[in-house]
Every structure is written in structure tokens, then in C-alpha cells.
């Protein structure tokens, strides 16, 4: 006898939590991975995928038969081996992977806790996913519901009081540990949204005026140095540039180094901070007397009082998460009746049709029979719908009931 094999909610990944950044770089898929590892789920008949790629974690959220799948698009789209995921991943199913994605989403999940630049790009990953027509009402409820939750632990508790972002953690380390910060000069290769938020930072905390940028694309760098007032030099001039600065901040978004020690020239000490994705400094840049390297992993674990006070606010961001978590999983269960409920519906005004069609010539008031049976099919309906939502641990009994006595096939109402 074949059994069908029903499709389950999973969440797989690999995060800051058991991986190191090398192999989180591995695993990393930049934004033509997302699209081309999108564009083959959905041929394959995957109808519900999200993908997020950031520093601290790669993830799948996807509506399968089997993890299987999702962990062979995760593998075959990234360097990462199934090898090291098995080793060092993670793999969540139905709300196992609701409530990891609800913790993911409020930055209780975050390296640096309660960084909430997260849900930006979370809901950049839904729309993604939505354009690529590998969504549905389940899936956009469930992102919905994050979103809420998010605000709610903004707006009801103090967990997001001062500003621990990574772009924010690494200016506080440069002011931290370079004397005379507002004379030195600073170097920003690379103006995405890391850079620019690290761009903003330096002008805000520092009061530097000695501030370069540097993007391969230049007309990007000339908006966002528009916007703050500094400098931008072409990308051919980055190693002199380099030898002209105190300290360097990369944050470009290539696969592959962009910064190696032979770029490097300067005499005087330079500090770099690495905030790629995967590592855009080689490490042989160490080799170098005079440049100390600080990367993403090193900022993450830097905390401060900001910290330790947002901690104090982990009890109630988890209560918020729960309730609007659990109000997600009822209509998810309370959805999953819906087929049985049209097709009992579907059945009972196949019936009518029947039988009024053979009074029709009969009966003189047959438009109001019409109206009238069509009202008593609402509300018949209606009341085994309220009846499963206000019972639900007699909802599977009930339904099975339904569907056995009127020998309904839900196929078609899915």
C-alpha cells in the first residue's frame, strides 16, 4: 500500500551558535545564489522557500516532503559540504522551525543581542521569495507574524535600548581602542547596507572628518558620501589610500578576498575591521608587523552594559513571542480543515441543486426555497467551522466524521 507522505515545515541551518565565520562563509549565498537556488525550488514544485544569508547565519525555511531537499539546494547553491552541515547544522520542523524563526526574527537569536537590523532583512527575503511566486497565505502569515512580534518586543520592553548593531559594535571598538579617533583617518571600502550604516556611525560617534570611501561601483559610493559629507576616491587608488590610512573597514560583499597583504604598504600601524560576509581579508595580512585584523566573530563577542541591561529584557520578549506565536500555530491548525469544510460545503449545494431542480416545476416559490436553503448551507457550514475552532483537540475526529459520512474528496480544495 503507498502512503502519501506529507509535506512538513522545516527550517535548516547553520549559524554563529556551531560554526566558525570560515565555514559560515562557506555556507554564505550571496543575492545571484538566492535567485538561481529559488528559481530551481520552485521548478522542482517547492511552494513555499525562504532563503537568509547573513553574517551570523545561512537558512532555509521551506514546505517539504523531506529536510533532504532543502539541505541538497543549501549544498549544491554554497561551497558548504552535507558533510560539515551534518556535523555543525541544524534541522527544525513545524514549530520547532516557527519558534526559531520567530527568535531569529526579534534578534533574541542575534550574535549581538536584540540587533534588529534582522527583520529588515528578513522581510527583504519574503519579498524576494514572493517575486519569485514561492509563496502563500501560510507562509506570508507566518512572516506577518514575526513582523508583529518584532514590533511588540520594540515597543513593550526595553531590549532594543542603545544601539548594538554590528556596524554600531565596530565603531565602538575603534573608539574603544584608538586614541585621538577624531584625527586619524578611516578608510570604508565597500557601501552596502553594512557600510553605509558603518559610514553613519563613524560620522555620529567619532566627529572625524578624515573619512574616505571607496566602492567599485563609484557612483554608489558618491550617493552615500553625499548624504554624510565625505570623501570618495576611485577603486584603482585603494593601495594607496590604504597606506595613507590609520585604519581600514571592509565591507564588501565579494565571494572571495578583496583585501590580501600584498595591497598593504603602510609603515605607520593599521587597524583593520573585516565586516564581510564571507571574509573579504585574507588572514596572510596578519603576516604583517604593524596591521591588526579584527573580524566579525571578534566585535560580536565585545559586550558592554548596553548588553547585560538588554538581557534583563529576554523574559518578557519571550512571553510576546509565545502569544503571537501560538495565535499563528491555531489558525495554521485551524487552516488545515478548511479543504474538508469546502468540500462538505460543495456537497451539501450539489444536494440542494438536485432536489430543488426536481420540484422546479412544482413548486411556485422556488427563488425563495433557493435563497432560503442556501442560507441554511451557510450556516450549517459555519457552525462545524466554529465548532472545530472552539474544540480543537475534537477537531480530527470531526473532520474525519465529516468526510467518511459524505464520502467527500478534498482533492481540488487544497
Not at 551534518?86 to 536584540?114: P, W
Amino acid at each position: 500500500m503507498n502512503h502519501k507522505i506529507e509535506k512538513q515545515f522545516y527550517a535548516i541551518g547553520i549559524s554563529y551558535k556551531n560554526a566558525d565565520l570560515a565555514t559560515r562563509g562557506k555556507f554564505n549565498l550571496n543575492q545571484t545564489l538566492i535567485n538561481n537556488l529559488l528559481i530551481e525550488a520552485s521548478a522542482h514544485s517547492i511552494k513555499e522557500l525562504l532563503v537568509l544569508s547573513t553574517c551570523n547565519r545561512t537558512e532555509i525555511y521551506g514546505v517539504v516532503k523531506n529536510s533532504s531537499e532543502l539541505l541538497n539546494l543549501l549544498c549544491k547553491y554554497s561551497s558548504g559540504s552535507i558533510e560539515t552541515f551534518k556535523n555543525l547544522g541544524y534541522i527544525l520542523k513545524n514549530e520547532e522551525a516557527y519558534s526559531h524563526l520567530f527568535r531569529v526574527g526579534t534578534g533574541l537569536d542575534s550574535q549581538i543581542l536584540g540587533d534588529f537590523e534582522i527583520i529588515g532583512q528578513i522581510k527583504k527575503s519574503f519579498y524576494l521569495s514572493k517575486n519569485k511566486n514561492i509563496t502563500n497565505t501560510n507562509i506570508e502569515r507566518l512572516i506577518n507574524s514575526v513582523i508583529q512580534a518584532s514590533k511588540r518586543i520594540k515597543t513593550e520592553t526595553n531590549i532594543s535600548t542603545g544601539a548594538t548593531s554590528l556596524s554600531f559594535a565596530s565603531v565602538q571598538y575603534i573608539i574603544k581602542n584608538i586614541e585621538g579617533i577624531s584625527e586619524k583617518k578611516i578608510l570604508l571600502f565597500g557601501t552596502g547596507k553594512i557600510g553605509r550604516n558603518t559610514c553613519e556611525n563613524l560620522i555620529k560617534h567619532t566627529k572625524n572628518d578624515h573619512i574616505v570611501l571607496i566602492n567599485r561601483t563609484k557612483e554608489k559610493a558618491e550617493k552615500v558620501a553625499i548624504k554624510f559629507n565625505v570623501k570618495v576616491k576611485d577603486h584603482g587608488s585603494l593601495p594607496s589610500e590604504i597606506s595613507n590610512s590609520d585604519i581600514l573597514i571592509v565591507a564588501t560583499s565579494a565571494q572571495k578576498p578583496t583585501v590580501e597583504k600584498e595591497l598593504i604598504f603602510n609603515s605607520k600601524p593599521l587597524l583593520i575591521l573585516d565586516l564581510s560576509m564571507p571574509s573579504n581579508v585574507d588572514v596572510n595580512v596578519k603576516e604583517l608587523k604593524n596591521v591588526s585584523l579584527i573580524n566579525l566573530d571578534e566585535l560580536s563577542q565585545m559586550t558592554d552594559e548596553t548588553l547585560r541591561k538588554r538581557k534583563k529584557h529576554i523574559p518578557k520578549a519571550e512571553h510576546i513571542i509565545e502569544e503571537v506565536k501560538n495565535e499563528f500555530v491555531q489558525w495554521i491548525h485551524n487552516r488545515q480543515f478548511a479543504p474538508t469544510i469546502k468540500a462538505f460545503k460543495e456537497k451539501l449545494v450539489f444536494q440542494q441543486k438536485i432536489q430543488l431542480n426536481s420540484k422546479l416545476k412544482k413548486s411556485t416559490n422556488f427563488l425563495n426555497s433557493n435563497d432560503i436553503s442556501y442560507n441554511m448551507i451557510d450556516k450549517l457550514t459555519g457552525q462545524f467551522a466554529s465548532y472545530i475552532k472552539d474544540n480543537p483537540e475534537k477537531a480530527n475526529e470531526t473532520i474525519s466524521v465529516i468526510k467518511n459520512v459524505f464520502k467527500l474528496d478534498i482533492k481540488g480544495y487544497e
